[in-house]
């Protein structure tokens, strides 16, 4: 998909604008979002399928395994803002840099709610997803009356806070397993496809709305230890699967 789009962008005549792009119009333009942040997919799957295993060395008993990504986020809505600046080539090509900050709660209900079935004393917990993506974009604008509609394509680098979890049991055994190592985020690549449609309330302000879809993966390592007692270190490869839908509000300031 991102070859596809690179490929395409890539494809379009920029230096071949027409006489109508040869106007009268507004070089620079900043750029204010902010709105909601909605997770999909993986990112946004709740299922506890993988939670509880088989024990290799004892059939007749299940053990907890380790809180994997890959399939299953537990991302809920939330929110993000963004800023961006903007060059016009004409009245209708455009490219830009973008810098953005979103977050997306935890939701670990169905998680503790299996958990607790299976031994009361039991308890998982983990921070919101925090993440940032800064990259360049170019895109293609068209002009109606007051209004203004654009699509445009970034792609750049993202990072996002490093996925840990804890799980509890009880009040004396403060932690079953933890992350052995001091937390950090994690790094990607991510490709951001978005829709916009301004109005001008000013001439040299616009309001309006933005929809995007960010795509993402952060692949990391997990090294888990049990505490207390050190009976030993489990590591394992897992992904973050981002898949977010921002919808929100913008103001551009054109000069």
């Given at each position: 998909m991102k070859k596809?789009?690179?490929i395409l962008f890539l494809a379009l005549p920029l230096?071949?604008?027409?006489q109508e792009d040869r106007g009268k119009f507004s070089r620079f333009n900043f750029d204010f979002k902010a709105g909601t942040a909605i997770p999909l997919g993986p990112y946004s799957n709740s299922s506890t399928s993988q939670l509880v295993r088989e024990n290799p060395f004892d059939p007749n008993r299940q053990v907890i395994g380790v809180f994997?990504?890959?399939g299953n986020g537990f991302a809920e809505p939330g929110f993000f803002y963004e800023g961006s600046i903007i060059y016009s080539f004409g009245k209708r090509w455009f490219i830009g840099f973008l810098g953005q900050k979103f977050s997306n709660p935890?939701?670990?209900i169905p998680v503790n709610f299996l958990?607790?079935?299976i031994v009361p004393e039991f308890n998982m917990s983990q921070g919101d997803y925090q993440g940032t993506l800064l990259g360049p974009m170019i895109g293609f604008?068209?002009?109606s009356g007051l209004l203004r509609y654009s699509i445009s394509q970034a792609f750049g680098s993202s990072k996002i806070d490093f996925p840990i979890f804890k799980m509890g049991y009880g009040e004396n055994v403060p932690w079953v397993f933890t992350h052995f190592y001091?937390?950090?985020?994690?790094?990607?690549?991510f490709s951001k496809t978005e829709f916009k449609l301004d109005y001008q309330i000013l001439p040299w302000i616009k309001l309006g709305g933005n929809l995007s879809f960010i795509y993402s993966d952060f692949d990391y390592s997990l090294t888990l230890s049990n505490v207390p007692?050190?009976?030993g270190f489990y590591q394992f490869d897992d992904t973050v699967n981002l898949r977010l839908l921002n919808l929100g509000l913008h103001m551009g300031i054109e000069f």
């Open positions: 596809i789009l690179i230096t071949g604008l027409s994997t990504k890959d935890v939701n670990l958990l607790k079935e604008s068209k002009t001091d937390y950090e985020p994690i790094k990607s690549l007692g050190g009976s």
